[in-house]
């Protein structure tokens, strides 16, 4: 079975840049579609980016386009978050996520239930 265990979080100010990494060990990373999620205090967990097992497609909602990339490491079994421009709304708990039911799947996933194995989350909180 695959887990996921998140790094990178912290403090930053608006207008900085953070890059969350997120490691897995066991299973077979590189045939797993990956995302990225968030959930900030009393919100529903919000899907941020996602990747195709390959990293051949990726898709990042309109709310952090042009400023959140998603990408991957299937040597080193790393997928990587970088975030340029951080606002203030963008504080929450980011989760790296697993689709691991599928593999070899060119798909990329935007719903949360789409992923079956989650890490712990790592804070990341964004000062105005």
């Known amino acids: 079975q695959v887990q996921l265990v998140e790094s990178g979080g912290g403090l930053v100010q608006a207008g900085g840049s953070l890059r969350l990494s997120c490691v897995a060990s066991?299973?077979?990373?590189?045939?797993?579609?990956m995302g990225w999620f968030r959930q900030a205090p009393g919100k529903e967990r919000e899907f941020v980016a996602s990747?195709?097992?390959?990293?051949?497609?990726?898709y990042v909602p309109g709310s952090v386009k042009g400023r959140f990339t998603i990408s991957r490491d299937n040597a080193k079994k790393m997928v990587y978050l970088q975030m340029n421009y951080l606002k203030p709304e963008d504080t929450a708990v980011y989760y790296c996520?697993?689709?691991?039911?599928?593999?070899?799947?060119?798909?990329?996933?935007?719903?949360?239930?789409?992923?079956?194995?989650w890490g712990q989350g790592t804070q990341v909180t964004v000062s105005s």
């Open positions: 990747i195709t097992f390959n990293g051949a497609n990726t």
């Open positions: 066991g299973g077979t990373f590189s045939s797993y579609a």
């Open positions: 996520a697993a689709n691991s039911r599928t593999y070899y799947n060119n798909v990329y996933y935007t719903m949360a239930s789409s992923y079956d194995v």
